[in-house]
């Protein structure tokens, strides 16, 4: 070609070329002669602006620049279950064999998916059939607990022309062919192919009215976020951010789990993999893996790429939604996304808002959460994507700009205190400034599920921590040893509550996931005895012979003591806290 | 056919500007000749067609707009390496400094490194024995881990760095042999000296590499001293399989090289002045640490970094708590009161602590104890503040006894000698020995099977 398209300028990740009319706007692109990926981001007359995926060393004025004529895209089909790919989608295992090094070299060109792998597929529809967007052509199971739906492309629809029997295919053979309404034969493969920023269409958003159950106490009583819903965790350093979205993964019941180490450390990614492989997933029985895709851009990792991450999580979140799984997604962190952001803004010497962002940050965060959702999908299926995402406040200070926008778009905060991880109080949730707005939407399903009590006891846990956290203004000042027995009994439930309730030891055998019913049975048995301690303070009863009875410490072992399978030992514990009581009740008026 | 560009079209700081340029790469070394006969090097960081933007690594001084000859050397910034380097002395760009000649290179290494892929890496496990109760018990360093000191001005980082060097013992030396490397970015003479005395004392001097860059050596340097140190590591642990502990002091310096440097180049600011960037630049560094697949080397990084006004918020140490598994944080009020080493250890951390002890690396209730005694010594800080307001008479005795609780495990625990090289069991039975002085009522942490084998109330 003559009028090729060379480099101009170079700066950090972002490259320019001048004086070319050939590159749309987030047009895909191969920099130089080792083809880097990149992408286009800014168009004027006479320059074009490229932020390039992968190190610029080496790059020379003069090398060519070639457009793909498309958006920055993921391919679509099986074996992306149990994978881990870079920001753009490059399987890192397959990277690592084809390198022969445990480094990334540039340049290296993998296909995303395995295309030799032979699929078992049964095809489901035949010859003649009306198919429209998001319908079902053939399915196969990808692992042994996730079955893959092919389905026909949201811009396609038509009749099918000719199919091909059930058999062993690859990834891009051709298992069926439709005609479309203008008469236009479309092949269609295991596969297909998804811009990034753009979300997969649906038929129509559904309430979020169902919870997404992680076995965690403090969110599922507490905090509570439902399927298809989005949550903020922000927090400083060592405050538990990675530690909570671990065990959200491990434990929540969303069918299928996607896992974005956005700018984080690489030790982390590797214990993601080990710890997922060995954990057995109580529902299935098999290893988590098998749910899971672990998406791994870590800090040293071209910073580009880390800003595409985050949308090639949620591309392939939406399109596991479609087939009609529940999926959610851990984002950590999007700070680091904020700050790749950030930097590019930085690189294009673009006017900064707050701190050095850009000022389109809020725009960008607002689109990335409203992708989450569930859905009635084109096919007519449900399913949903949750999001949750850590943040990474700056000096873990929750004024700066990425958590409060962050804030604006997530309808729940589970805000990580500080001086709670300091003391090793894990998940360091503080349940004071913490919010969930989804108890509306979500108390019909308590209460059908779990019944009217529960929401009882939960607003009464609340109530006590509310009531404590006023009190504790004042031992602060003058100790707790002036406050009258009434008092000091809601200061000793609330350490029930706080040691034995709320705080969940993620190592421990039977405490790292918890499901609802013992919840509530451990909410009960609180509750039960502070009321009826609190009769007996009424009847002029001290609060320290009540205490020295040893209730309250054996209710905060019980999260050890009662093992999840024996709900029935709940009966014995009030047994006991009414028999000890009342003996104490008769010995004081004898 | 070499092409010698004469004169310079701008000169700013550390930068300089060419023009007309011509086959040039990013990020390509050139030598600089002055008339004078002497030669610098610097490296193209910006380029714009023709025109391009270098970075000068000694400074600019002398530099005018006519009297130099700028050389391509057509290689990005390499460095040579060779296992000879072990015991050599280097400048912060890596060349020998200690009179005993030029290395002989068996390969050349890019300093930038590569990125490790996530799937090749090894999770680190292994802990490493460091002789001192508060790091071993409390903050477990783990072979491959990075675990920054974040100390202040008249601090002692310095002692700390020296002594864990010198009593680090790895639970099972698998490798072939231990070594350090030693990185100073903008230390003082004397800090300098202090370690290189000190190694020379204990005879490890042939297991180090020094890289030294001083307070007063250029700025550009100083961006260039942690990424030689770390090529020098990989190299040896990746090519060698040796145990390398680096060690980078101060990494506050380097941030505000960093910083000079970005703002000489006209970048926008972000945060207190320090570029957009840094959060991937410190990344760059610090996610060199590690194991891989492979290999059984291994690079531990303890980079020790100077808070401005003991503000943990700044945005270095900030950055780098994001970045690395975990901190030892220092405090001047423990070293106000006589304490060495003067560690804060409510918000200490380490990340990578909970899979390399317990049953079968350290003891099996490690982690059991180290959380009661965070959670106890929490509330110690809780009893004194109350003791403050009302006076410690007045408190409840349960309150007295986290008093008296938390002084022992002040002036016992984590005050310790410099000579003093503590084993896993005694620091370990010594916390248990703390615990006693509370009722066991108070221990919420432990399954009563642990407390029932090592609970000893204390004797009044």
């Known amino acids: 070609m003559d009028n090729k398209d060379v480099i101009f300028g170079i700066n950090g990740p972002v490259v320019t070329v001048k004086d070319s009319r050939s590159f749309s706007m987030m047009e895909m692109v191969y920099v130089g002669q080792q083809r880097l990926v990149g992408e286009v981001i800014r168009l004027s007359g006479d320059e074009t602006t490229i932020q390039v995926y992968e190190e610029t060393t080496g790059l020379k004025p003069g090398d060519a620049v070639v457009g793909t004529g498309e958006p920055m895209n993921v391919v679509l089909g099986p074996g992306i279950m149990d994978n881990i790919f870079d920001g753009i989608e490059r399987p890192l295992a397959a990277i690592e064999e084809e390198s022969g090094s445990v480094f990334i070299s540039r340049g290296v060109s993998v296909p995303s998916l395995d295309e030799k792998r032979l699929w078992d597929v049964h095809v489901t529809v035949k010859k003649g059939d009306k198919l429209s967007a998001g319908d079902i052509y053939a399915t196969l199971p990808e692992t042994r607990i996730i079955e893959h739906r092919v389905l026909v492309p949201p811009t396609l629809s038509g009749e099918v022309v000719s199919v091909k029997p059930d058999g062993k295919y690859r990834l891009n053979d051709t298992v069926a062919v439709i005609r479309d309404h203008s008469g236009a034969e479309h092949n269609l493969t295991l596969c297909q192919r998804w811009p990034i920023k753009t979300p997969r269409p649906v038929n129509k958003k559904l309430p979020a009215d169902i919870p997404l159950i992680t076995g965690q106490r403090v969110i599922d009583t507490l905090l509570p976020i439902s399927k298809g819903g989005t949550a903020a965790i922000p927090g400083g350093f060592g405050a538990g951010k990675t530690m909570t979205q671990h065990q959200l993964a491990k434990w929540c019941d969303a069918d299928i789990i996607i896992y974005i180490g956005c700018g984080e450390r690489g030790n982390e990614m590797s214990q993601v993999l080990q710890e997922f492989k060995e954990l057995v997933d109580p529902k299935s029985g098999r290893p988590m893996t098998d749910r899971t895709v672990l998406i791994a851009n870590t800090s040293n990792m071209p910073v580009a790429a880390r800003e595409a991450s985050i949308y090639t999580g949620i591309t392939l979140a939406e399109y596991y939604r479609d087939m009609g799984y529940h999926c959610a997604i851990m984002a950590d962190s999007t700070s680091r996304w904020a700050e790749a952001l950030r930097e590019i803004s930085g690189r294009l010497e673009e006017m900064p808002a707050e701190e050095g962002f850009p000022a389109y940050l809020p725009s960008r965060l607002s689109d990335f959460y409203e992708r989450a959702g569930r859905v009635e999908t084109l096919g007519g299926k449900q399913g949903s994507v949750t999001v949750i995402g850590a943040v990474s406040p700056q000096g873990a200070d929750f004024s700066e700009p990425v958590t409060q926008n962050t804030k604006r778009f997530t309808r729940c905060f589970w805000a990580l205190d500080k001086s709670l991880a300091y003391a090793r109080h894990y998940p360091a949730i503080n349940w004071m400034t913490s919010y969930s707005e989804y108890f509306t939407d979500l108390d019909p399903w308590f209460e059908k599920e779990q019944g009217r009590d529960f929401i009882d006891f939960r607003n009464k846990i609340t109530a006590i921590l509310q009531e404590e956290n006023s009190l504790m203004e004042i031992v602060k000042l003058i100790g707790a040893d002036v406050l009258p027995d009434d008092q000091k009994l809601i200061i000793e439930t609330a350490r029930v509550i706080r040691v034995g309730f709320l705080q969940q030891n993620a190592f421990h055998k039977e405490d790292t996931f918890v499901p609802l019913e013992k919840q509530k049975l451990m909410m009960k048995t609180i509750i039960h005895l502070y009321e009826v301690s609190k009769g007996l303070i009424a009847r002029n009863i001290p609060l320290s012979r009540i205490i020295s009875l040893g209730l309250f410490d054996k209710l905060t072992k019980m999260k050890y003591d009662i093992p999840n399978n024996k709900p029935e030992m709940f009966k014995e514990y009030e047994k006991e806290i009414d028999e000890a009581l009342n003996s104490t009740l008769t010995a004081e008026f004898n | ?460």
Not at chain 2, 9 to 29: R, Y
Not at chain 2, 252 to 257: H, I
């Open chain 2, 1 to 460: 056919m070499v092409l010698d560009y004469v004169g310079v079209k701008e000169i700013n700081g550390s930068l300089i500007v060419l023009d007309g340029v011509k086959g040039a790469f990013n990020e390509e070394i050139v030598d600089i000749r002055l008339e004078n006969g002497t030669t610098r090097q610097g490296r193209i960081v910006q380029m714009d067609g023709e025109r391009i933007v270098v970075q000068v690594f000694e400074s600019t001084k002398g530099i005018s707009l006519v009297n130099t000859k700028t050389r391509l050397t057509g290689r990005p910034m390499e460095m040579p390496l060779s296992k000879e380097i072990i015991g050599r002395i280097l400048n912060g760009s890596g060349k020998p400094i200690d009179g005993l000649g030029d290395i002989y290179p068996e390969k050349l290494g890019n300093i930038n490194g590569t990125p490790m892929n996530p799937v090749s890496r090894v999770y680190p496990k292994n802990y490493i024995n460091t002789g001192i109760s508060t790091i071993d018990t409390l903050i477990t360093l783990i072979r491959g881990q990075k675990l920054p000191i974040f100390s202040g001005s008249g601090m002692k980082h310095n002692e700390l760095a020296v002594q864990i060097v010198r009593q680090a013992k790895i639970a099972d030396d698998d490798g072939k042999g231990f070594c350090v490397v030693f990185a100073a970015m903008g230390v003082k003479n004397d800090v300098a000296d202090y370690f290189k005395r000190s190694f020379e004392e204990f005879g490890v001097m042939n297991r180090v590499v020094m890289l030294l860059n001083l307070a007063n050596d250029p700025i550009i340097e100083r961006i260039l001293t942690p990424k030689c140190a770390l090529t020098v590591a990989e190299y040896l642990a990746f090519e060698h399989d040796m145990q390398v502990l680096v060690i980078m002091t101060d990494m506050t310096s380097y941030a505000e090289a960093l910083r000079e440097f970005s703002s000489s180049k006209g970048e926008i600011p972000g945060r207190k002045g320090f570029p957009g960037y840094l959060y991937s630049d410190l990344a760059s560094l610090y996610e060199r640490a590690g194991m891989v697949k492979g290999s059984r080397g291994s690079v531990t990084q303890i980079p020790i970094l100077t808070m401005p006004n003991d503000d943990i918020t700044h945005p270095v140490p900030d950055l780098t708590g994001y970045i690395t598994e975990g901190q030892i944080v220092l405090s001047r009020s423990l070293q106000g009161q006589g304490v060495y080493p003067p560690i804060d250890v409510l918000p200490s951390l380490s990340r990578l602590m909970k899979d390399g002890i317990g049953e079968g690396y350290t003891r099996a209730e490690h982690q059991d104890l180290a959380n009661q005694l965070f959670s106890s010594y929490a509330k110690v800080i809780d009893a004194r503040s109350l003791a403050s307001v009302i006076g410690a008479e007045e408190l409840s005795p349960i309150d007295k006894k986290y008093l008296e609780f938390g002084d022992a495990f002040e002036k016992r625990f984590v005050n310790q000698s410099f000579t003093e090289n503590r084993s896993i069991e005694q620091s370990l039975d010594l916390g248990w020995e703390l615990l006693g002085i509370l009722p066991r009522s108070e221990l919420d942490r432990v399954d009563d099977a642990i407390l029932d084998k090592f609970y000893k109330p204390a004797s009044e």
